[in-house]
């Protein structure tokens, strides 16, 4: 199961247009898949969150980057700060756009089969080719369903 922190998270995009707070984010994973390198144009750090937890306000917009997924930008600064599944119950939320990450841990590094050749992974943290089995964060909130109750990160095993 994954640790999820039940204290409010606020966050922004560069120019401050687009501003949200998002209550409930889980931990924080590095992606390196081919989207996320695209997208931003390295390896991406996000926090899932159920959708029902997150207020945004600002001039945003979705856009699809692949069948099954989208991401959101600021429409005035361009900055992307948002990534999700289209069907599903979640978002994840883009680490560097948030005030703060206290109570938040990195857990690992994802889809690293796809990661670019021209970095190494230097750090500790455990490496997954793809997404990890169990425990995945998606799946947690899903099994909650989208108005379930998060619980603290000393109710909650790290997987």
């Known amino acids: 199961m994954v640790a999820v ?3 409010m998270h606020k966050g922004e995009c560069l120019c401050g247009a687009v501003q949200f707070e998002a209550r409930g984010l889980a931990d924080i994973w590095f992606c390196h898949c081919r989207q996320c390198r695209y997208l931003s144009g390295h390896y991406v ?5 159920a959708r029902d937890k997150v207020k945004i306000e ?10 099954t997924a989208e991401y959101a930008f600021c429409i005035s600064c ?7 599944q289209t069907t599903g119950h979640t978002l994840s939320v883009f680490a560097g ?9 990195v857990k690992g590094h994802i889809f690293v089969a796809e990661k670019g050749d021209y970095y190494q992974i230097t750090d500790d ?18 099994a909650q369903g989208p108005n379930q109750s998060t619980r603290s990160n000393k109710e909650q095993s790290n997987a």
């Open 78 to 84: 361009g900055t992307p700060l948002f990534w999700r």
């Open 97 to 105: 756009s948030l005030a703060h990450t206290k109570g938040i841990e």
């Open 125 to 142: 943290l455990p490496q997954f080719p793809g997404q990890p089995h169990a425990g995945g964060v998606r799946e947690s909130f899903e």
């Open 58 to 67: 600002g001039p945003l917009k979705w856009a699809p980057f692949t069948p």
């Open 45 to 49: 750090a996000a926090a899932a969150v």
């Open 5 to 7: 922190v039940p204290e």
